[in-house]
Every structure is written in structure tokens, then in C-alpha cells.
């Protein structure tokens, strides 16, 4: 039987990272929006740029991911303006982060941006994963929190960020400051398939000096502690040839 960990009673309320999609194609958002929430974000979006301006005044986002273009069915029925427009009336009202998109990669064009006052700029075709990333960067950069920070919990353990604890049925478990964030890592993205490489920029942050068989070597400590069976992992599961995946599931 599921436990609370002692002294963790009752629910705890996280206020969740805003971020606001525009964009005038449907496929797009449906992609995006599912993929940003999954990573723990609270997601609004937006098919043009009036309607993304009147979002971002009422819901105050943490960053904006901002198409260029804006020329849908949707935007031309509502005599809407682009998302340079968009880009230049956010930057000229405040400091938000923006991650522009456009299906064009021409210099001059992300030049442009980024001179008006965009943070980055990504190219479409664009892989959700590396737009994650770019987000998790951007927001790490600018001071806002990271859903990454929020506390975790699933059917069998608990864990907190902010004192670096974590808890089996309810129980303490004693983790090193790396073992803790390679679990807490794993564990924001339960069923993702981790490869070394993206644990070392988790937990080591980057380090150069860490070898993919260090990580191996912290799984296995790891997996000691928290497994009933370290032989027979059911919360941490290798794939063979590529890295590691968390396997319990949400409380």
C-alpha cells in the first residue's frame, strides 16, 4: 500500500511555468502544446497575433514560442498582424523570453529577430525534444523555475527538489547529491529513454570530464537503494545499447 512520507502529508500546489504557443498552423500546436504539458508546463496557445497579444496580457507567460509568419485562414479573417508585429509589441511591453519559429533559415531573417529582441530562433521542420531543451535553457538562463524543480510523485516514490529527499512507501532513502539528480532527472520524464550522454548534462551539468561509465556505475549505487530487487530493476530499466528509462508510475 501506498504511503505519504512522513512529515509530507496532504497535497502540495505548485504553480506551474506559463507558456504561450503561437502559431497559425493546427498541426503545430497539436504537436507542441501535448509535448510542453508532458515536460510539466501549463501551455495556452494561440493562431494569431491578436489573439496571442490579448493572451500574453491576460496570462502574463513565463516565454512566448512565436511563429513568423502568421499568414492562416484564421489570422486573414481577423485582419491580423504577424509575428514580427507580435515580437515587437511583446518586447516593446516587457522582458518575457521568446523562441521564434519559421520555416525559412535564412541569416538575414533570424539576424532580424534576434535584433528586435528575440532569444532564439528554431528552424521548422523542429524536433519537440530540441525545442524542450531550448525552453528548459531560455528559462534556466532568465532566472524563471523549471517544471524540472516541482516535487514528484508516483505510486511508490516521492521526490523533492527542493530538499534534495527522496522516499520509497513512504520511507527516507539516503541518495548522494549525483545519484539524486541523475533519479530526479530520469524521473521528470517517466518512459523517456535517457542516454548517457543527456544524463551527464543533468547531473554533471555538462561536465567533460564525466564518462558515460560513470553513469552506469551511479545507476547501479542508485538501484540499490531504491530497488526491492537491484538484479530485477523495476524503477530504473536499462535499454540495452542506448541508456536508461524510469518506469514508475504517477501517483
Known amino acids: 500500500m501506498h504511503t505519504q512520507p512522513k512529515g509530507q502529508q496532504g497535497s502540495t500546489t505548485v504553480s506551474k511555468t506559463k507558456i504561450l504557443v503561437v502559431d497559425d498552423d493546427p498541426q503545430i500546436l497539436k504537436k507542441v502544446r501535448p509535448h510542453l504539458e508532458k515536460l510539466g508546463y501549463a501551455v495556452a496557445s494561440a493562431e494569431d497575433g491578436t489573439a496571442a ?48 519559429l519559421s520555416a525559412t533559415n535564412i541569416t538575414a531573417v533570424k539576424s532580424m529577430t534576434l535584433s528586435i529582441g528575440a532569444d532564439d530562433y528554431l528552424a521548422k521542420p523542429f524536433d519537440v525534444e530540441e525545442l524542450g531543451a531550448r525552453i528548459e535553457a531560455i ?58 550522454e543527456k544524463l551527464i548534462e543533468h547531473a554533471w551539468k555538462g561536465d567533460s570530464f564525466c564518462v558515460p561509465k560513470a553513469v552506469d556505475v551511479h545507476i547501479g549505487h542508485i538501484r540499490k537503494k531504491i530497488e526491492d530487487d537491484p538484479i530485477h530493476p523495476t524503477f530504473i530499466g536499462t535499454v540495452r545499447g542506448t541508456g536508461y528509462r524510469f518506469e514508475d508510475v504517477p501517483a
Not at 512566448?64 to 516593446?92: Q, T
Request: proline share 6%; charged share 30%.
Open 53 to 100: 497579444l490579448k493572451l500574453a496580457r491576460s496570462m502574463h507567460p513565463d516565454l512566448v514560442v512565436l511563429d513568423i509568419n502568421l499568414l492562416g485562414a484564421k489570422a486573414a479573417r481577423n485582419h491580423s498582424i504577424d509575428g514580427i508585429e507580435v515580437l515587437r509589441s511583446l518586447r516593446d511591453s516587457g522582458n518575457v523570453p521568446i523562441i521564434m
Open 139 to 196: 528559462l534556466r538562463r532568465s532566472g524563471h523555475e523549471s517544471p524540472g524543480e516541482r516535487i514528484l510523485s508516483f505510486r511508490r516514490l516521492r521526490l523533492d527538489p527542493g530538499e534534495r529527499r527522496v522516499w520509497k512507501d513512504g520511507e527516507p532513502i539516503e541518495l548522494t547529491g549525483i545519484e539524486f539528480d541523475i533519479l530526479y532527472a530520469l524521473a521528470r520524464r517517466p518512459e523517456h529513454v535517457f542516454t548517457r
